[in-house]
């Protein structure tokens, strides 16, 4: 598909962080610490959404439900499904470790635009 444009710059500044539609996928676009981030809004655990997740200092997004642990620059798992505690590694086996898709973004022309292929 290519690059899209999803917003303006300005629409997402530092810290914030907003759900785009893209060629019919929801993305997370976040702001942090000056660096714009474009995941998959649905953890690849469950598919629940990743809006309300916090982001570690170590720069990884915690899924709010299950609390898996995904980096923001390559999407790889650094924690797997580990609540609630005991049920949480049950419900991990369900499904394989699974990164969390990521997506290249640029700015161009005070645009952010994302690469979905």
Known sequence: MGWTKVLSESELPAGSRQVVQVDGRKLLLLNHEGTIHAVS???P??????????????GELVCPFHRSAFNLCTG???TWTPFPPVVG????KL???TPLPVFATRIEDGDILVEVA
């Open 41 to 43: 809004n649905s953890c």
């Open 45 to 58: 655990h469950m598919n629940l959404p990743m809006k309300n997740g916090k982001i570690t200092p170590e």
């Open 76 to 78: 790889a798992a650094s």
């Open 89 to 92: 590694q049950l419900m991990g």
């Open 95 to 97: 499904k394989a470790e």
